[in-house]
């Protein structure tokens, strides 16, 4: 099997891009049945509180274990099933695992966890967003504020006439919703204004550098600047070091989520610290 290295040095498959037409289809089939086969599961990235070290929420991140093809980081199949429509059944098991498990803890006594959810801009076209996610929450008796989407800058790209009315039909079921990785992609201001958005996430590829990066310390410094005037919730992602959390800290921004806290835990391994 073909490997590369990610950023952090790790080894990681890269089968849809690397390998032959033959294992490419292959790939596309374990893709389309891997909800069925039950190879899919969470886990949950604590938020965490830069001041005190609280924790305040997670993000739930999929993880696909393959029978035939071994473990699979979501950036090298959530574009894949963007591309073949397969996101939309995929994002709806997410969504449905992610009430589940939010329901499981408060059973356990453990209090209402805010548990972020990652949503492709494909599950705002054409599929109705808002009334599964009403349904969900329905099903499982949860307020509508324990959840929180996160949609990346493709959504803005998009510019679906569908965006705005599904938008203010999940603020109205209490929902809050974020921009991912603010700052990656096409970051027009515009819409920050226009759409009923809560939250930015600073992306990791700004929060890496900082504090000794100049441009870095400049872009996170505008990113906090911008939460700041509209009044949005600002995440800081990929934490690493003390460093890192200390100037963000000091930048006004009130949570962040990265390895120095914790990577994506196992259900009963994040209950353990709530
Ligand atoms: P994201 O939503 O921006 O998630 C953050 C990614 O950064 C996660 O990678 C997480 O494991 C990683 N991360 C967390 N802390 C650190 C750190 O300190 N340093 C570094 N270098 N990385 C850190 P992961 O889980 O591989 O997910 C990658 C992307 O795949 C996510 O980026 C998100 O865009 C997408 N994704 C994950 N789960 C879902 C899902 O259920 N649905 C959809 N549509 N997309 C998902
Ligand atoms: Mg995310
Ligand atoms: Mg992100
Ligand atoms: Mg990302």
């Avoid at 993880?63 to 963007?82: C, K, N, T, V, Y």
């Avoid at 695992?97 to 329901?103: G, K």
Wanted: aromatic share 8%; hydrophobic share 45%.
């Amino acid at each position: 099997e073909s490997k590369r290295r990610t950023r952090n040095g790790r080894l990681a498959y890269t089968p849809a891009l690397a390998q032959s037409q033959r294992d490419r289809l292959q790939f596309e089939t374990q893709l389309r049945h891997a909800a069925d086969n039950q190879e899919f599961h969470l886990v949950y990235q604590p938020q965490v509180d830069l001041g005190s070290g609280r924790l305040v929420g997670a993000e739930a991140l999929i993880r696909w274990r393959s029978e035939r093809l071994g473990e699979m980081r979501p950036d090298h199949f959530i574009a894949q099933a963007e591309g073949t429509g397969d996101i939309v059944r995929i994002g709806d098991w997410v969504l449905r695992e992610a009430c589940r498990q939010v329901a499981a803890w408060h059973d356990d006594g453990l209090g209402i966890v805010r548990v972020a959810v990652n949503v492709s801009y494909r599950q705002l076209l054409g599929s109705d967003l808002m009334a599964s996610v009403r349904g969900l929450l329905r099903e499982f008796d949860l307020p509508g504020d324990a959840l929180e989407l996160e949609f990346t800058e493709r959504v803005l790209i998009e510019d679906a006439p569908e965006t705005l009315g599904n938008f203010a039909a999940l603020r109205a079921l209490g929902v809050s919703l974020a921009i991912d990785d603010f700052g990656e992609g096409y970051s027009a201001l515009n819409y920050l204004r226009r759409l009923p958005i809560q939250g930015l996430k600073l992306s990791p590829m700004f929060v890496s550098g900082v504090p000794d990066n100049q441009s870095d310390v400049a872009v996170c410094e505008a990113v906090a600047g911008i939460a700041r005037s509209l009044r949005l919730a600002l995440v800081a992602e990929g934490i690493e070091n003390e460093a890192q959390r200390r100037f963000l800290l000091e930048l006004g921004v009130p949570v962040g989520q990265g390895f120095l806290f914790a990577p994506g835990l196992a259900p009963a391994d994040f209950a353990k610290r709530l």
